[in-house]
């Protein structure tokens, strides 16, 4: 069964930074599209980062210049480095992976990251 386990969220004061970890099994992590997404109390589920197999990346605007995502193949490992973190980026946190060729979605189960003083 594919799994996606994410960590690194916490309780952080704005200015502050985290980085988020999700790490993937049972899938040919190369190949997929992986990305994070947050959803905030109340609202959609919206996207935040993601790096292609061949490592391009994109962002929604909201967080360009703040956070970076990344992924370590070897480790089947995607990363989220988030800088400047302001209330806003309060949300639950959720990792997902996606081979593009056949449009195959895996979700992880969320990290919570609460951006307060």
């Known amino acids: 069964q594919v799994q996606l386990v994410e960590s690194g969220g916490a309780l952080v004061q704005p200015g502050g930074s985290l980085r988020l970890s999700c790490a993937a099994s049972?899938?040919?992590?190369?190949?997929?599209?992986m990305g994070w997404y947050r959803q905030a109390p109340g609202k959609q589920r919206e996207l935040v980062a993601t790096?292609?197999?061949?490592?391009?990346?994109n962002y929604a605007d909201s967080v360009k210049g703040r956070f970076t995502i990344s992924r370590d193949d070897g480790k089947n490992t995607v990363y989220l480095q988030m800088n400047s973190l302001k209330p806003e980026d309060t949300a639950v946190y959720y990792c997902?992976?996606?081979?593009?060729?056949?449009?195959?979605?895996?979700w992880g189960q969320g990290t919570q990251v609460t951006v307060s003083s």
């Open positions: 049972r899938i040919t992590f190369s190949l997929y599209t």
């Open positions: 997902h992976a996606r081979w593009t060729v056949i449009n195959l979605n895996y």
């Open positions: 790096v292609g197999s061949g490592g391009s990346t």
